[in-house]
T-cell receptor, first 116, second 116 residues
Framework: AQKITQTQPGMFVQEKEAVTLDCTYD???????LFWYKQPSSGEMIFLIY??????QNATEGRYSLNFQKARKSANLVISASQLGDSAMYFC?????????????FGTGTSLTVIP | GAVVSQHPSWVICKSGTSVKIECRSL??????MFWYRQFPKQSLMLMAT?????????EQGVEKDKFLINHASLTLSTLTVTSAHPEDSSFYIC????????????FGPGTRLTVT
């Protein structure tokens, strides 16, 4: 089974609108971390937001928030007030266990296009 | 935030030659580094986990004799693609774990390899 599933290959959003990028995960480990990365056309992976499995509140970082629904095993990324510079690939990732040296599992990504 | 560099950022080589890619943690010590491969419009696929002072652990299907990984110090890991073929053309990304144990792994900017 896939560890991370992103079902939206491509998304479009109007500038200044909010957009939700979906991510579901699969793990039996009670301790895990969920990450979202942005990859612009230049290729670098830019860390956006992190959610720990034991965190009680949804993570937020500026215009990014993570809608963490543990029972549903979903960790959707919400980008508010979209900007043209938000156009990029977005990857959801998971690290199982509490060891920060454990590997990441990446989803297949969502290509976001912000329309002016 | 922590910085990871990769060198070169892009390289073109002839089929049959070898290419070395460096991954450096610039302002922190990295006991563990990861090497990923990414084909166009696809996700990151983990190739191997590199631990300082020991042999790398390769993922299933990755040829260890073709993709030589050396992690000689706490700030440097190298990936050497030996006897490169056109099908080795890809985007190679490294990430490094901060020795102090923060939850993050920090990604390098990637190296684009083209084998002609």
């Amino acid at each position: 089974a896939q560890k991370i599933t992103q079902t939206q290959p491509g998304m479009f959003v109007q500038e200044k609108e909010a957009v939700t990028l979906d991510c579901t995960y699969d793990t039996s480990d009670p301790s895990y971390g969920l990450f979202w990365y942005k990859q612009p056309s230049s290729g670098e992976m830019i860390f956006l937001i992190y959610q720990g499995s034991y965190d009680q509140q949804n993570a937020t970082e500026g215009r990014y928030s993570l809608n963490f629904q543990k029972a549903r095993k979903s960790a959707n990324l919400v980008i508010s007030a979209s900007q043209l510079g938000d156009s990029a690939m977005y990857f959801c990732a998971m690290r199982e266990g509490s060891n920060t040296g454990n590997q990441f599992y990446f989803g297949t990504g969502t290509s976001l296009t912000v329309i002016p | 935030g922590a910085v990871v560099s990769q060198h070169p950022s892009w390289v073109i080589c002839k089929s049959g030659t070898s290419v070395k890619i460096e991954c450096r943690s610039l302002d922190f010590q990295a006991t563990t580094m990861f090497w990923y491969r990414q084909f166009p419009k696809q996700s990151l696929m983990l190739m191997a986990t590199s631990n300082e002072g020991s042999k790398a652990t390769y993922e299933q299907g990755v040829e260890k004799d073709k993709f030589l990984i050396n992690h000689a110090s706490l700030t440097l890991s190298t990936l050497t693609v030996t006897s490169a073929h056109p099908e080795d053309s890809s985007f190679y990304i490294c990430s490094a774990r901060d020795f102090t144990g923060s939850y993050e792994q920090y990604f390098g900017p990637g190296t684009r390899l083209t084998v002609t």
